[in-house]
């Protein structure tokens, strides 16, 4: 099984600021990551697919990169509504797709 | 506008059983394949099973293989999932998702399984 795993646990950070968040496979996925973002009480929303493509609707402050076993999320600007978990999943052998623990982005 | 509304969760003892249903709307059901995904209270997301596009394919996790089963009735736009066996570590919300570009981008709100004595 592809282990994802992500960095860091958790985030302080103040509106406007840049955010990079990072994501890990255990093996090769290829491009074949996702990136969901969500707020307590809600359902996951896909962010970004493939690596890099951003889903319907997704602000352009939302961006993907990364291949192979590393893959960030970067976040240009961060709003007050982006404060909350962000997950990354593989999907390299789908359907079957391992999520990392998730990144917690909070207010500091 | 997509809409998934999943039903059936509950209390339930272990070893004991329940059906998860999901109606769908606003999009041609029978063309995609449909996901269950589950997030244990305050934990993260585990995928549990996915149902292919024509409705042949079941796939599962280690972890529910052989107690779960995934189906749907397209006459009615529903998904359905079978938890037979049930454990204390199936305590989650389980969450249905379309499936599209190979990743679940759409998703119900949930419904809450308990499993307790």
């Known amino acids: 099984e592809i282990v994802v795993t992500q960095s860091p646990a958790t985030l302080s950070l103040s509106p406007g600021e840049r955010v990079t968040l990072s994501c890990r496979a255990s093996?090769?996925?290829?491009?074949?990551l996702a990136w969901y973002q969500q707020k307590p009480g809600q359902a996951p929303r896909l962010l970004i697919y493939?690596?890099?493509n951003r889903a319907t609707g997704i602000p352009v402050r939302f961006s993907g990169s990364g291949s192979g076993t590393d893959f960030t999320l970067t976040i240009s600007s961060l709003e007050t509504e982006d404060f909350a978990v962000y997950y990354c999943?593989?999907?390299?052998?789908?359907?079957?797709?391992?999520f990392g623990p998730g990144t917690k982005v909070d207010i500091k | 506008e997509v809409q998934l509304l999943e039903s059936g969760g509950g209390l339930v003892q272990p070893g004991g059983s329940l059906r998860l249903s999901c109606a769908a709307s606003?999009?041609?059901?029978?063309?995609?394949?449909m996901n269950w995904v589950r997030q244990a209270p305050g934990k993260g997301l585990e995928w549990v099973s996915t149902?292919?596009?024509?409705?042949?394919?079941?796939y599962y996790a280690d972890s529910v293989k052989g107690r779960f089963t995934i189906s749907r009735d397209i006459s009615k736009d529903t998904l359905f999932l079978q938890m037979n066996s049930l454990r204390a570590e199936d305590t989650a919300f389980y969450f249905c998702?379309?499936?599209?570009?190979?990743?679940?981008?759409?998703w119900g709100q949930g419904t809450l399984v308990t499993v307790s004595s």
């Open positions: 998702a379309k499936d599209q570009f190979g990743y679940p981008v759409a």
């Open positions: 606003g999009f041609t059901f029978s063309n995609y394949a």
């Open positions: 149902l292919s596009s024509d409705g042949v394919g079941t």
């Open positions: 093996q090769s996925v290829s491009s074949s």
């Open positions: 493939d690596a890099s």
């Open positions: 999943q593989q999907r390299s052998d789908w359907p079957r797709g391992t």
